[in-house]
């Protein structure tokens, strides 16, 4: 799977281990920033690893912050993205079984290492289980009445 990974400065420490656990997984990693500890916008690195998903450049996205809120944010601003906030490996399998999340946000302050690679595995393991569900993507992706 590709996969792209954006962070803030407040994300940045969760994202070297998380890429080097999706390569040990087997998933190719595209890296939109940032790339230190330095204060930054999010929005300027989130955006576009949302928008690679919307373009199909990349299947899912990962985006990390201090607390992930802002990220999602960003990231649900994407036509085509729906980006769930994840703290637990329980968030993380109901955004993909009931939401068919293509992108999850976490926020390095709140969720310690070992269990957000626990909640990456889980997320890009758990299948979409359609039925009623799809139906509810659907009404969140159709115009406005």
């Known amino acids: 799977m590709r996969i ?5 400065h407040a994300g940045f420490p969760l994202k070297a281990p998380i890429t080097a656990w ?21 929005p300027l690195f989130i955006r576009p690893a949302a928008e690679a998903v919307a373009q199909g450049v990349c299947d ?18 994407v036509k085509g993205v729906r980006c769930a906030y994840c703290f637990s490996t329980e968030t993380a399998r109901l955004g993909r079984a009931h939401n068919d999340a293509n992108a999850i946000a976490m926020g390095a302050r709140l969720v310690p290492t070992p269990l957000a690679l626990e909640i990456v595995s889980i997320w890009l393991d758990t299948p979409f289980e359609g039925g009623r569900h799809a139906r509810r993507i659907a009404q969140i992706d159709a115009p406005p009445a």
């Open 4 to 8: 792209a990974i954006a962070s803030d």
């Open 22 to 42: 999706l390569l040990k997984l087997g998933h190719e990693v595209r890296d939109f920033g940032t790339n230190s500890e330095e204060s930054c916008d999010y």
């Open 60 to 77: 899912r996205a990962i985006v990390l912050g201090g607390s992930g809120n802002g990220e999602a944010i960003v990231a649900n601003r």
